[in-house]
């Protein structure tokens, strides 16, 4: 029984790390995508004042 627990335990640890990593990558790309949609913005409103 502690055998099958300890692997059960196992596999919900290493689906949280596989969740987690998951979110993280999430985070990073829509932060990404935020500055540079920022950067074009700020681009755009300088050509306009220029």
Avoid: C, F, G, S
């Avoid at 689906?15 to 074009?40: D, H, I, M």
């Amino acid at each position: 029984m502690t055998i099958q627990l300890d692997a059960a335990r196992a596999t919900i640890d290493e689906r949280l790390w596989e969740a987690e990593k998951y979110r993280l990558a999430r985070a990073l790309r829509l932060k990404n995508r935020a500055e540079r949609a920022t950067r074009q913005v700020r681009q755009t409103l300088t050509n306009l004042t220029a």
